[in-house]
């Protein structure tokens, strides 16, 4: 499938698509195809906290579906609460090109990506993209990149719609990963996420509380004057939604 081209998360030059991988002209790095997911990891030095997490949730990959769910009903959300936000948030994704930041198994936003979008599923845990590779099947508009958050290989304000779900909770720097999502996300585009505000009853991932200030603080990198931020809490989870503000 042919998206927009990425770029070499080395040196910012367009990449050119060969077969299933990618080239770069100016460095010669190959990004090649692996476990249905392209790994633009292999020259990219990751930090200690960041293989850490990678090793994490390439070692659950094949339970997670069921974990979350078990994380997200012992917080007292009920898990139909919890993928009816989503469905109803997703709702209006037809046609969008949609960012899954740590996409991880694509579960449960996956089924409800309309066929007429183009879902790019970005996670640092190859195993959890092999996981979403066959949730996703090959039907729908999907990509899915081996890539930090920290790294976004796509051009400034190309995307429409951009999900971070439950991953500020594990990512090792969400303030860059924030920065990555606002430089990529069109001035009219959309940011929906998720995250737990309570301490799970049974640690499965090192998954950490966050506060909801914390939260605020680092979505702000969303100028306040220009971008509206808004929460609802349901038992420990709390959802937010940044979207232009109407009132400028
Ligand atoms: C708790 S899971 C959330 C998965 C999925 N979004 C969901 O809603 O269930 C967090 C995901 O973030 C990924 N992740 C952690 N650090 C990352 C990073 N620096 N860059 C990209 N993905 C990362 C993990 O591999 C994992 O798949
Ligand atoms: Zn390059």
Not at 67 to 91: D, Q
């Amino acid at each position: 499938m042919q998206l927009f081209s990425p770029f070499c998360p080395s040196c910012r030059e367009n990449l050119a698509r060969n077969g299933d991988s990618f080239t770069c002209s100016r460095c010669g790095r190959v990004y090649p195809l692996k476990n249905g997911a392209v790994d633009f990891l292999t020259s990219l030095p990751l930090s200690d906290a960041q293989q850490i997490v990678q090793a994490t949730f390439d070692a659950v990959a094949a339970s997670y579906d069921n974990a979350i769910v078990r994380l997200v009903e012992s917080l007292s959300c009920p898990w139909g609460t919890y993928t009816g936000k989503l469905e109803s948030f997703m709702a209006n994704s037809s046609g969008k090109v949609i960012l899954d930041v740590g996409c991880g198994t694509a579960f449960p936003v996956g089924s409800f990506v309309p066929q007429t979008s183009i879902y790019l599923g970005m996670d640092i845990s190859l195993e959890m993209l092999g996981h979403a590779r066959a949730l996703l099947g090959e039907n729908l508009n999907a990509a899915l990149w081996n890539i930090d958050a920290e790294r976004v290989p796509l051009p400034d304000n190309c995307i429409d719609l951009c999900l971070a779900l439950m991953t500020f909770n594990v990512f090792p720097n969400p303030h860059r990963a924030a920065t990555e999502i606002h430089r990529v996300l069109k001035k009219d585009g959309v940011v929906f996420g998720t995250v737990f505000i309570q301490p799970p009853r049974d640690e499965t991932f090192q998954e950490r509380p966050i506060a909801p200030d914390l939260v605020r603080e680092i979505l702000s990198v969303f100028d306040p004057a220009l971008w509206e931020l808004s929460f609802e809490t349901q038992g420990g989870i709390l959802f937010f939604h940044v979207q232009k503000n109407v009132k400028i």
